[in-house]
Structure formats: structure tokens, C-alpha cells
């Protein structure tokens, strides 16, 4: 697993790669072994997961009759959902690498969207925490979490271009690739798996 310190100096080259300083992939291992340790960054998420996951149970206890109780299945549920929202676009996207000929693109593609959401989670848990221990923030929230979402699709685009050169029309599909279908497969699992909160 790796050391706090290595997961800095991976965020440092994101960071690089958004202001456009090749320099970026010197901080970053796009080795395959590289790409196989990226996915430590999900156990590195799980505190920011806990909390997204018990607000959550909150959310859906409060609109449940009083009655009903969860257990760990429900939380078991969360995790098939949380494990799909974060495989299935890298699966997307690497069949729509290989489609248009960039397959030597997916594991740089792969190192840098699993370090991407890191941070990424943190500052999702600070939303929640947000709506939670603060009376009324609801408003203030939703605009900070589309603040969230258009600085993760500006980032992402910036780093994909730094990867894949001056295609921006491949560029911008393969951004709403990694992003959209998340966003719609969680939505749909959660309410299969019926751990979505009724209306």
C-alpha cells in the first residue's frame, strides 16, 4: 500500500498535469505495477466513504417508517454500489481507448483518475459534513457541489489532454465517459438494490 508520503507526491504531479506542467508525469508511476497500486487510493477513500455511507443510511432512515432498521447488508449494498460507480467507467473508457486506437493511453488514464478521486471524495465527505452539522446549508451546499463538478470535469479534461495530445473532441468524450456514467449506474443500483430513499 502506499505511504502517505507517496500519495503526496502522486497528488503533487495531478496537480502538475492540471496547470499543464509535463513535469507532472514524473511524479506519477504509469508503470502497469503503477497502475495496479492506483487502486490503493479506494482503501485511502474509505474514511470519506464511511461518512458519505452513514449519511446516507441517515437520509434513508429518515424516510423509512420508524420501524425500520439496517444492517450490514445495507451497508454491503453501498459497497457493490461504490465498487461499480468506480470500475465500470475505467471499463468504458478503456474499450473506447481501444476503439479509436489510444489502448497504450488506458493505464496512465487509469493511475490518474484513481489518484483524481482522492481528493475528490474528501471534498464530497466535507459537503455531507456540511449538510449534516449545519442547519440550513442545503442551498449553500448544492452550489458548492457544483462548484466540485465543473473543477472535476475542468481537471480531468486538462489531465486527459496532457495524456492524449490535441484531440479535444476525444478528449471531452472520454471526460463525460469517466463522469456520467457513474453518476447514472449509482442512481440505478441504489434503487434496484433498494437503498434508495422513497420520495
Not at 2 to 23: C, H, K, N, T
Not at 48 to 60: D, K, N, V
Amino acid at each position: 500500500m502506499p505511504s502517505f508520503r507517496e500519495v503526496q507526491y502522486y497528488l503533487a504531479g495531478l496537480w502538475l498535469l492540471i496547470r499543464m506542467d509535463a513535469r507532472g508525469f514524473q511524479y506519477l508511476d504509469i508503470s502497469d505495477r503503477g497502475m495496479m497500486r492506483s487502486f490503493w487510493a479506494i482503501l485511502w477513500c474509505l474514511p470519506s466513504i464511511g461518512i458519505s455511507w452513514l449519511w446516507w443510511q441517515r437520509a434513508y432512515l429518515f424516510a423509512m417508517p420508524p420501524e425500520t432498521v439496517t444492517g450490514m447488508a445495507f451497508f454491503f449494498r453501498l459497497a457493490l454500489v461504490e465498487a461499480a460507480s468506480w470500475l465500470t467507467p475505467l471499463v468504458f473508457a478503456g474499450v473506447l481507448l481501444l476503439i479509436f486506437r489510444f489502448g497504450d493511453k488506458f493505464t496512465p488514464i487509469v493511475v490518474v483518475v484513481n489518484w483524481l478521486g482522492l481528493p475528490t471524495s474528501y471534498l464530497n465527505a466535507l459537503l455531507i459534513a456540511l449538510l449534516a452539522f449545519v442547519p440550513g446549508a442545503s442551498a449553500l451546499a448544492a452550489m458548492l457541489w457544483l462548484a466540485l463538478m465543473m473543477a472535476i470535469i475542468f481537471s480531468l479534461a486538462r489531465i486527459l489532454r496532457m495524456i492524449l495530445g490535441t484531440h479535444p473532441l476525444f478528449v471531452g468524450t472520454l471526460t463525460l465517459m469517466l463522469l456520467i456514467p457513474s453518476m447514472l449506474l449509482t442512481d440505478f443500483l441504489q434503487r434496484f438494490l433498494g437503498i434508495y430513499p422513497p420520495v
